[in-house]
């Protein structure tokens, strides 16, 4: 007997819904049921061939649970390792190294500095330059967290005002600076699998409950060619970063698919907000998903998927990597020593001004 669990949190409709699918259509020797835990040893395997997560991105304790269930052999969807390094910023750097268009997008310091660092943990950063930045991006801008979710400290912004007001509330979170696109359409797609996908028509600017009830405004053979090139994209996205279980959301300017967001691990799958016929796919995808999980799974393996980017063997396929005394560099004849002010700076106690008439440190060979 195989067991296929889920973990969930606050939703109501999806996770009884996926249970009751599976236990409709799986063999005999496959059943699912709501996760339970009790106590959580290390290197003990939880009774699951397969887990859907569809919450511990807001409770550490069950990413740390879902760990040890992996290293044990769980299938756990999505990888809780990749999903714990995961965020926004490297998303759309991705992106651009698949070829999927992405909207301009900057990294930004946190407004405030980390709790527990002081002005020497930055001597590597210089003062941003605002002016370029906003040049780049230009306004309307949108700004949010790299790494967030539930449209939190979303901002849209129209000018530098409008930026540093809400730039100050920020705090310590770490924000992305990004150019708003200016859409005609807008996509919410559901990928399952890394190969199921629906592609479903949103309005962001609709209450919640109606985001999902509109219609797609592209027509004809433009129409069709878009829904061809935002699959093509769905399916390279999601074979990029590994994930299992995941939406991806495009909008669409001069007949362009953007790729806004696009790691959404635990997206969401309410009858009430995506509506019935969304719902429906859902379910059955990821139950046809789940079982075919349960059936591949072996008990002590890794049975994770994950992305090109970070696949375990890729890295030992090519060139040595690994680093032992026989291909160690060969150690370059020692330089005269530096003047002691241009010394690298000590952990503690370093000199608060730069050497500014020293010559620079020449660049290592
Ligand atoms: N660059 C952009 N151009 C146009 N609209 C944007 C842009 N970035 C974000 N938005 C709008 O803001 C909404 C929220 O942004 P985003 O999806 O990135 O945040 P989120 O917190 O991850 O949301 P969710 O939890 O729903 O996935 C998007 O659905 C979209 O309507
Ligand atoms: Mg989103």
């Known amino acids: 007997m195989k067991k296929i669990g889920i973990l969930f949190g606050q939703e109501n409709t999806f996770p009884q819904a996926f249970i009751d699918r599976v236990n409709a259509k799986a063999p005999a020797d496959i059943r699912a049921e709501f996760v339970k835990i009790d106590d959580v040893e290390q290197h003990v395997a939880p ?193 990029g970063l590994g994930y299992d279980f995941n939406t991806v959301e495009f909008a669409v300017r001069d007949g362009i698919p953007l790729a806004i967001d696009f790691g959404n691990p635990a997206p969401d799958a309410d009858i009430n907000s995506v509506g019935e016929k969304n719902f429906e796919w859902v379910v059955e995808a990821a139950a046809n998903m789940a079982i075919a999980r349960a059936q591949a799974q072996k008990p002590g393996q890794d049975n994770l998927t994950w992305g090109t980017f970070v696949h375990p063997h890729r890295a030992r396929s090519g060139a040595p990597t690994e680093f032992t005394m026989a291909n160690a560099p060969t150690p370059t004849p020692k330089k005269p020593a530096a003047p002691k002010a241009a010394a690298a700076p000590k952990a503690d106690g370093a000199p608060k001004k730069p050497a500014a008439k020293k010559p620079a440190p020449k660049k290592p060979e």
């Open 47 to 239: 009774d699951y061939a397969v887990i859907i997560d569809r919450i511990s991105q807001d409770v550490p304790f069950y990413r740390a649970y879902l760990k040890n269930a992996a290293l044990m052999g769980t299938a756990v969807i999505n990888n809780p390792f990749w999903w714990s390094a995961d965020e926004k910023f490297f998303n759309n750097a991705l992106a651009v190294r698949l070829g999927v268009p992405v909207p301009k997008t900057l990294l930004l310091p946190s407004k405030e500095r980390p709790s527990d660092t002081g002005e020497n943990s930055f001597r590597n950063l210089n003062m941003m330059d605002w002016e370029k930045a906003f040049a780049h991006i230009g306004f309307p801008a949108y700004m949010k967290p790299h790494s967030g979710g539930g449209w939190k400290s979303v901002y849209k912004l129209h000018s530098p005002d409008d930026f540093f007001r809400a730039y100050a509330e920020t705090g310590q979170l770490v924000m992305l600076l990004q150019e708003s696109v200016d859409f005609t359409d807008y996509f919410r797609c559901y990928c399952i699998g890394g190969t199921e996908v629906l592609i479903m028509p949103y309005e962001p600017r609709n209450e919640p409950h109606l985001r999902y009830a509109t219609e797609m405004k592209t027509t004809g053979e433009a129409g069709e060619k878009l829904l061809a090139t935002m699959k093509e994209y769905v399916l390279k996205l999601n074979e």
